[in-house]
């Protein structure tokens, strides 16, 4: 049965979700703002016999998860934005070699070592491959430790459906807050289905070869569109995302993570004043609710995007409703984090159109 | 049947696939993957084993093994093997890499594989050069060397010294054994063969990380004959790279 509602730090929620999802493989090095997540598997990895390891960089222990997921194992590694440019080669052989994995970015500010304050700022990085080569995550971004320890379960599954990495893409904030969770039934990862490509000594069968290396030109092209049918499937099947109060709203603030949650207190506080304010927030970064946010701006109202980047997220908003409304940014890079009032003024702002909060976007 | 019935001395291992290898004539990697598959036949590990292919030469390593296999990024091959055998204590991990993969881009992954003394066998291709990627200098480039990138040949003042990895890694403590071969004369190959021999046995008795460093003639970078360049291994590369066992911690004895 589902575990008792537990207050728990973000970190821990994604630790033990990863456990119960049958997660039992760890690799990872350290890295502010998401340590307490590996600091947390050390010891509740032990206690289910499974393996946790403290690399010696982030390349290595990206590529441990390689060699863990090529024999079979349910794996994950976590680290915050430096850390995951360091995964980027590891990640893009995940892609090729076609082999599931869950990856969490506690987000950081950047570019270069930056601070540790939230921020989204790894957004391209995330849904555009920050490695070489065509290539697609999936990314999922909570909003809560409720929603963290919901998609760290489904993750893994995406994982393996797909035979892909996904992304769970959270922030120092969200890692280091505490809420109250409850945690889905644990699963023994004795009794998923078995895979079969995995390593295991070629007992009884043909040996088998994982690689990612295609030096005949048609036959990387046939492996290139085999992924983009895969992620075609994926786009077709796994987009997620919440709305709020978006019936009769005028502005729709497009936000996700974080940023939504203090976009939804502005939305709240403008209700309150009277004002048709709501708010669309995607789970799914990539792949994108392109047609669910297109379809709600065909209704006319106004789309205003707030994210802890400088204007990243709002390309796939441009992308997704086109010139159908007008598009107006409030992009903050990591450090400060805005208020739920600062959010409201810029809503205002767009409502007024006096220009004061944020700006225009065009394509 | 008559009592002058053939008896079959010499055939392909069932560890190697029937493929024509990619290799330069007078490389030692022929020579080297023979080896391996040999020893996993003889011991009875083909169906257990899982290999890990490096970059560089013999990147292509899964189209001549004939047992499990996969291919690492660049230098992570020992990382790659952490994982697979972190999952799978019970079966064989192989890491098979050369000299810029496992003593330049890997070098990290390399020491601290050993140093957490990872029950993995790996086997060292020291050509003293970078083979795929058209004759550079490697880390185990000895002085003097013409590389394509060492014009004059290499200058230590410019271009540092050669880098001995096995002597590095023996100080680590969780190196088990180590030993240092060359790919050139019959009696070194089968002193080869006895070398792996005994890094299997370390890895099958779970004492810990074990490495053989293999010499091996490259004449095609090295712009020699075949002849010559298993001569120069000889008798130019060990002035750099000395032969015989490094560290022997195993108690094992000689493998025979």
Redesign the interface.
Known sequence: MPSEKMLMRGAHVVGEAAVRAGCRYYFGYPITPQNELPEYLSSRLLEVGGTFIQAESEIASINMVIGASVSGGRVMTSSSSPGISLKQEGISYLCGQELPAVIVNMMRGGPGLGNIAPSQADYFQATRGGGHGDYRLLVLAPASNQELAEVTFDAFDLADKYRNPVMILGDGLMGQMMEPVIFRDPIDPKELPPKDYILDGCKGREPRAVFSMLLDPPTLYQHNMKLQKKYEEITAREVRYETYQVNDAELILVAYGTASRIAKGAVNRLRREGFRVGLFRPVTLWPYPKEALRTLARGGAKIGVFELSVGQMVEDVLMSVGSTSEVYLHGIPGGPIPTPADVAQFALSVLKGDGLVGRKVEI | MSSTALKKLFSRPESLKPNMTHYCPGCGHSVAHRLVAELLDEMGL?????G??PVGCA??A??Y??????????G?AL??????????PD??VLTYQGDGDLAAIGT??T??AAN?GEKISTIFINNAIYGMTGGQMAPTTTVGLVATTTPGGRDPDRDGAPIDISQMLAVCQRTVYIERCALTSVKNIQKAKRAIKKSFLVQLNNLGFSLVELLSPCPTNWKMNPSDAWKWTESILTKTYPLGVIKDTSGLGDVR
């Open positions: 083909r169906e257990k084993t899982i890990v292919a990147v292509l899964y189209n093994f004939n047992f499990d296999m996969v291919e690492a990024p660049h992570r990382a790659v093997a952490t994982g697979i055998k972190r999952v799978h079966k064989f990290a992954e020491i601290h957490r």
